[in-house]
């Protein structure tokens, strides 16, 4: 399975024409303790780069934008009762929702895994 | 992010030390001031209610007042009876001015020989532009630019402090002492923002980072930064100045009557008094409470409060979450007669009707050493 990121800090997981989507540990690191998230209804049509979760730190609140345009088919409910595990695993138990793709050649904008990395050293320089 | 280094802020004696601690700096109120440590909002948070955290606060300003008649005349610039305030006591006030609304908040110590304030760092220059145009009768100020100011805040904070100078154990909640610490001579009260036993400490600029690694050394002490300050606070119920209070809210409606002290009611002769004093017989239209939501979202400040038929009654002024209480809070103003608590109110998060509470502050009981 193909895992894909943007330069917003999400990560996809692409398996057929769904993708799992999630923030990044570089992301979650940046926040600290994450105290709420707020998911999409299932059903909801995101649209590539739009509102499409809400993440909470004790400080502030984050958007998380759809990386790309499709529809909401699953909200990882573990996150209600449990928003530290965005923290914990950010990338594996800590998704946030799952998006049936409306357009599969948008991923082709979004980057692998050592475009990532190197997209995250070059912010820290 | 920006980088703090680059944008001319000032440093305080600490900066050093908050970057080899690890801590994320910020610019807050013209400083480099360290928002969070390695250990992270939460984890400060709760680790002060539990045992000890050290606060650089330097960026407050520090000021001395001196001249025989400096009581009589501050007492025209701020509501509280600093006559009555013995040598060795301190008192929380507020400037007011002409529209009966609060320029910043403060606290007062009768210092004996002299009167010694702290004011907020974003409001210092104008406080004190205030004071010198205000303050007659051959009073003299003196802004302290060479000393700087930390706290150490929680249940531990007596224990650790007494180990280097046995005297603060028997001070009571907003007492003063000249005291020396380790042989540092500081200005100590057993005050503080975050609900909790504890001290600010005043010391000279040459001698604060020798102070700061002293009482990190200790086991119960960790570095705390604004993060955690602000969640602190405001599970406590203590204002912000510049969100809950500021130049468009007067102390009734701030819900601080209490820093009007009765001779003051009785006689008034501070700015604002006619405003303030008739609000304290007749009532404000809106008041400052404490508000719970019910679910799990935070609501943050600027967030619209609403009745039960949709009306915008309010506005919340600080909001986030509660690391000890475990969800979220805010406070804000409503209208007077929503400002009961138990009265169920909506928070419109993201253009979404949300269920809350108007209740009682503080939200963590408060825990100070009253002897």
Known sequence: ?125 | MADPNAENLLKTALYDLHVELGAKMVPFAGYAMPVQYPLGVKGEHLHTRAKAGLFDVSHMGQVRLTGEHRVAELEKLVPGDIALLKPGRTRYSAFTNDDGTILDDLMITNAGDSLFLVINAACKDDDIVHMRANLDNGVELVELTDRALMALQGPEAANVLARFAPDVATMKFMSFGEIDIAGIPCFVTRSGYTGEDGYEISVPDSDADKLARLLLAEDEVEAIGLGARDSLRLEAGLCLYGNDIDTTTTPVEGDLNWIINKRRREEGGFLGADIILDQLANGADRKRVGIKPEGKAPAREHTAVLDQEGNEIGEITSGGFGPTVDAPIAMGYVAIEFAKPGTKVDLMVRGKARPAEIVALPFAPHRYFRG
């Open chain 1, 1 to 125: 399975m193909a895992k894909k990121f943007s330069k917003e800090h999400e990560w996809l997981e692409i398996d057929g024409d769904v993708a799992t989507v999630g923030i990044t540990d570089h992301a979650q690191q940046a926040l600290g303790d994450i105290v709420y998230v707020e998911l999409p209804e299932i059903g909801k049509k995101l649209a590539k780069d739009g509102d499409a979760a809400v993440v909470e730190s004790v400080k502030a609140a984050s958007d998380v934008y759809a990386p790309v345009d499709g529809e909401v088919v699953e909200a990882n409910e573990e996150l209600d009762a449990n928003p530290a595990l965005v923290n914990e695993s950010p990338e594996n138990d800590g998704w946030f929702f799952k998006i049936k793709l409306s357009d599969a050649s948008q991923l082709d904008d979004l980057m692998d895994e050592a475009a990532y990395k190197a997209f995250v050293e070059g912010l820290e320089d």
